[in-house]
């Protein structure tokens, strides 16, 4: 038998509507959730009698309150399949099954509620383009806000992030990358995904400004120049992240990948580059990649205050 953490009638205040009229005036909303645990999870949780082992309910309830509350949805569809992906991306749940319902619908007939249910599994959770999965085991160390995806190419990461509620900025020299990514955006209904066309490398001495303390938090996922880390550091926020990731000179010496070695990060580099921030995760190592694995630097570094 599955082990299982419930959550009843959790309340809040929302905007969800087909019409401009409904959304502009909050409404309650209710939601129900069952989260599964992985298999024998909740023992080990139940042995140590620690919240770090366990799903917290608490923060579970929190986040969701948060989330429906970041923005206005038209469907309550849309608003639960965000729940869905925030639940699977910031907790240790295997399933879940949802209850996502307006309390108060504008329909004269109607004296309970509408809504929708839904059953997902983890392995079904995240559509394609899969996220990085480094950024996967990162999500909740980023603070809620505006995050910059640098070199977003379609937009794995940045529709990732913005299905979580964040605000996203999408930059790319790939103008048919950035019209798909917009595509995708539209027909997921990411209002709050925008793109932006920038060549990062159109003058070698001068990058482009990127803005002061613009970001919460930045991405950059294999890709390297390394005379913008200057505008990258100060576009971040005083405790904004910079999460990156990106080839090791290993990859290049045993793959041929990339063609140029100059693409690829020296041992210990990527520490350098960021120096200024405060490192909170770093690693050098042979990743699993599919067909083979690759060689990556990974760093999770924040702005001091």
Known sequence: MEDRVMIERLEFHG????????????????VDLELTYPPGALSRAAETDEIGCAVDYAMVAERI??????????????????????VFAEFPVSALHLWVRKLAPPLKDVRGSVGVRLERTRASALPDPRPAQFLQEQI???????????????????????????????????????????????????????????DLEADPTHPPDLGTGRYDAILVFFYLHRPLFPSLLQALKPGGLLVYETFLIDNHERRRHPRRKEFCLAHNELLHLAAGLRVLHYDEGERDSGPETSFTAQLVALRPN
């Open 15 to 30: 905007h969800c509507g087909v019409t401009q009229e409904e959304r502009q005036t909050p409404q309650p909303i209710a």
């Open 65 to 86: 309150v948060q989330l429906g509350q970041a923005q206005a949805f038209a469907l309550v569809e849309t608003m639960a399949e965000r729940i869905s992906s925030m």
């Open 140 to 198: 909740s160390r980023i603070p809620k806000g505006v995050v910059l995806d640098l070199a977003s190419g379609q937009g794995r990461n940045a529709l990732y992030v913005a299905g979580l509620g964040y605000r996203v900025e999408a930059i790319d020299l790939d103008q048919l990358a950035l019209a798909a990514l917009a595509e995708t955006a539209g027909r997921r209904n990411l209002s709050n995904l925008t793109t932006t066309y920038l």
